[in-house]
């Protein structure tokens, strides 16, 4: 049976997620992951999607993006597959797909959900046990909204943008933002939402993407029980020639 064509509608915010393939790494060295970071923004510009947030970890990679025409997400991760995989494939004498084939992704909710989804992302680093805290992990855009260290393909949300008149109040919210770590059930949920290639928001958000999409954007029901909800295990940088 053919499989449904993705959600990506514009205007959208998505949670994307790129595996290595077979889960192993994506990234050799720091060099790489600067390497993947100027793919990333040249693809944005060149495919019209806004990068609200981010994170490389070592065989997976999580995004936030809102794409502003159909099928834009699927033709930017293709645009950076063929740079970057290529350059990575010569530097490091190997061949062959870097990428598992099929990305997962899900359509979020703006209102109720971003920003929860937002931190999620940042804070893969802290639960995969490569960082105390997200300020402390270098390859993310938390330094972006929290210190004001700027990314300039970042494309900060009005979500975010709402925290706070000023922007030293608005980074001030979005720190404490973080004081805590997102609970077990909106764990798994946003998991569940991104595994399915579903959408993450209220009853309200769910009526109207279908409406939107044609087809219903709701999580599937579970039947049997799921394989566990995981996270891809990240193996330790490996540190690899230098280009």
């Known amino acids: 049976m053919a499989r449904p064509p993705r959600l990506e509608l514009p205007g959208v915010p998505l949670h994307v997620i790129q595996r290595g393939n077979n889960r192993t790494n994506c990234f050799f060295g720091d060099i790489d992951r600067r390497f993947y970071l100027k793919c990333l923004a040249d693809a944005a510009a060149r495919r019209d999607c806004a990068i609200h947030a981010y994170v490389l970890m070592s065989n997976h990679v999580h995004l ?8 834009a997400v699927a033709a930017m991760l293709q645009d950076i597959g063929r740079k970057y995989v290529r ?3 010569t530097v490091q004498d190997r061949s062959g797909t870097l990428w598992e084939g099929r990305f997962k992704s899900c359509l979020v909710d703006s209102e109720a959900y971003l920003l929860t989804c937002h931190r999620y992302i940042e804070l893969n680093p802290v639960r995969a046990g490569m960082a105390a805290h997200p300020a402390i992990y270098e390859w993310s855009s938390h330094a972006h909204y929290a210190f004001g260290r700027r990314k300039e393909f970042i494309t900060e949300h009005p979500a975010f943008m709402a925290l706070a008149q000023e922007m030293d109040e608005r980074r001030a ?3 404490r933002l973080f004081s805590e770590e997102l609970d077990a059930d909106t764990l798994e949920r946003i998991r569940y939402a991104a595994q399915t290639c579903s959408a993450l928001g209220s009853e309200t958000f769910l009526r109207e993407m279908s409406a939107l999409a044609g087809r219903s954007v709701a999580p599937p ?3 049997r029980p799921a394989k566990p909800l995981e996270e891809p295990r990240d193996r330790p940088p490996v540190s ?3 280009f």
Do not use: D, H, M, S
């Open 64 to 71: 936030l993006v809102t794409p502003q025409a159909p099928g």
């Open 87 to 89: 350059v990575i494939n």
């Open 173 to 175: 919210e979005f720190r």
């Open 221 to 223: 029901l579970r039947g």
């Open 240 to 242: 690899g020639k230098l």
